[in-house]
């Protein structure tokens, strides 16, 4: 029996199918080919990918206007005043000289024999703090108490404080006032005295109007230990070791007085934040563009410009000397995005909200590889003419004619261009003015508690009560005590209470629909407004932008959804009815190749089409192998069925003639001639 191939025939059977089957495997060679060409494609994508991805990241960061608007402010003497500024503030040198720096009010309490023994019966007790002014009146600084002064509430709002049984120590009490997150920071200080813990209360927030005064009503150790009113000769239980202060400086001479050590509106566009006093011996402060960071930018700008213009080169390159050509040499979407990116920079940026619409204007010029370069003299003499206009060539750009009109933001639906505002309605403040002037006498429990809606969210206040000196000092304690209502304070509203000729009127500090401030109940509302208040609901901002009408949300104007101009957001914040100018809305070419490169990289992008469509090729390749393998495989085993009974055949054939050959070799021995 032949168990091998070709054994009984002498035929290479095995040589023979594979000599047939290599022939027959070329189409699967055609494929493993064309995947390799594939698969090279998809790597030079995904190379393109991420070089387009960098260059986005690094045109999206020039799409900020800030990086374009930069200015540098260098102080003489860095230990009396740190500055920074901001854009469109004026170069030049400032005098400064600082005599008083702001400070927070600090007071002590009586000294406790114990931090943590309890103090009274534990019955709740309610501490009220009010912040204000302390006016008048001698201060005594070795006691730290005041005589004949008077207190005026900033109308911030009272915060209160919740003492009772489980907190009626020092210590309790300390951590009460610093739990409740009241603008007070409660220390304990241990002066090594008989009775040596002492209550230290520090104001959070500096100026001559943050002075404390403390009200308790409850429990009559606390009220003698921790009451304090500035006001009262003998009601002090605190003595004072620092006092509300306010910054005191001058700026080119001219007198300046802050309740902070920071301050951002004395210089238009720069921020001071005093160090140190200097009486008598004045600094400056000297104020520049910072046309460096400019010229970074623009280097950051055609620096990924030229590298994603290298990228895109390479990719598509062909070399006629080697008949070379690379991976991506032919592949359309390659050629898409390097149009593009060229038409972005070729074309100039519209919408007229900068002077400067091209990159050649300040130096920026194509050259004949495709690539950019920067003409650094042309580039410093457009920062030195037009400064401010260099960001609108990059980022994105607002400019309102009105000068009571300001571009505020735009969004990606808003088409550049210059748009026409024109105003049928400014935005008002809800109000409530009183009809009579307000009864100065607070009686509690009689005419003390109005019920206010404000913004449309109410709450219960109650006044002190008393007898006020003047119709401003009882609309400063309404404010206040407004101010302070908890539900006012979580929903983010606030009113300002003012008075003419003893008549109150109270006023939200929000523009628009949303607007309103009103007394609707309560025992002191006809005392404090008379019988019949005049209340105005607040207005919002009505009028058209590009010739369509928009109603407006408070003081803003918003482009209508469908026009150009959907998205454009304006603030009105005065002026007239009528015709208000135009605003111009620029997209520089940072933000447009932003634009671009988010498109291109986008599911929807030719490079993820693209690879898309590779992906099904090589699906489609897969598939077919399989049936070419399969196809492979059953030739393969016809080959060897067919040649495996050839070689029977021959070993058979071979065998009979064998035969044969030995019966004629019989027959001649046995009839010799």
Known sequence: MISSPGIGSNLDVNSIVSQLMSVEQQPLSQLNKKEANFQAKLSGLGTLKGALSQFQTAVRGLSDISKFQGVRVTPADASIVSASGSAGVAPGTYSLEVTKLAQAQKLASAGQVSDSATIGTGVATTLSFDFGTIVGGTFNSATGLYSGASFTTNGAGVKTVTIDATNNSLSGIRDAINKASIGVNATIVNDGSA???????????????????????????????????????????????????????????????????????????????????????????????????????????????????????????????????????????????????????????????????????????????????????????????????????????????????????????????????????????????????????????????????????????????????????????????????????????????????????????????????????????????????????????????????????????????????????????GGSIGIRGTVNYSQGYAYQLDNLANSQLGTDGPISSRTNGINASLKSLDENRQRLTDRLADTEKRYRAQFTALDMIISRMTTASNFLTQQLANLANLNPR
Do not use: C, H
């Open 195 to 573: 009775s040596p813990y002492r209550l230290a209360l520090t104001v959070n927030a500096t100026g001559q109007t943050q002075s404390m005064k403390i009200s308790v009503a409850g429990d009559a150790a606390l009220s003698t230990l921790l009451s304090q009113d500035p006001a009262n000769n003998t009601g002090q239980a605190f003595s004072e070791t620092v006092s509300a202060q306010n910054a005191a400086f001058k700026v080119d001479g001219i007198a300046v007085s802050k309740a902070t050590n920071t301050a951002s509106d004395v210089i238009q566009g720069v921020t001071l934040n005093l160090a140190k006093t200097n009486a008598g011996s004045p600094t400056n402060i000297t104020v520049a563009r910072d046309t460096s960071s400019v010229i970074a930018a623009v280097g950051v700008f055609v620096k990924s410009y030229n590298d994603i213009n290298k990228t895109l080169n390479d990719a598509s390159a062909f070399n006629a000397a080697t008949k070379q050509a690379a991976i991506l040499n032919g592949e359309s979407s390659v050629r898409s995005i390097q149009t593009q990116i060229r038409s972005v920079i070729s074309a100039p940026v519209p919408g007229g909200a900068s002077a400067f619409t091209q990159l050649s204007q300040v130096g920026i010029t194509l050259q004949k590889d495709g690539s950019l370069a920067v003409d650094n003299t042309k580039l410093q003499s457009a920062m030195d003419t037009k400064f401010s206009d260099i960001a609108g060539l990059f980022a994105t750009v607002g400019k309102a004619s009105d000068s009571l009109a300001s571009y505020s933001s735009a969004t990606a639906k808003t088409v550049s261009g210059a748009y026409s505002l024109n105003v049928s309605q400014l935005a008002t403040q809800g109000n409530t003015i009183g009809s009579a002037a307000a009864g100065l006498t607070i009686t509690p429990g009689t005419n003390d508690s109005l019920q206010v809606l404000l913004d449309g969210v109410t709450s219960t206040i109650t006044l002190a009560g008393g007898t006020y000196a003047t119709a401003a000092a009882l609309a400063a304690e309404v404010q206040s005590k407004i101010n302070g209502a908890a539900a006012f304070v979580a929903a983010g509203s606030s009113a300002t209470v003012t008075e003419s000729a003893g008549v109150l009127t109270i006023t939200s500090n929000r523009y628009g629909s949303t607007s309103g401030a009103s007394v609707i109940g309560g025992t002191g509302m006809t005392n404090l407004l008379g019988a019949a208040a005049t209340v105005a609901a607040g207005l919002d901002t009505m009028g058209t932008i590009n010739g369509v009408a928009v109603t407006g949300a408070g003081q803003f104007l918003t482009g209508a959804k469908g026009d150009p101009s959907e998205g454009l957001r304006v603030q009105i914040t």
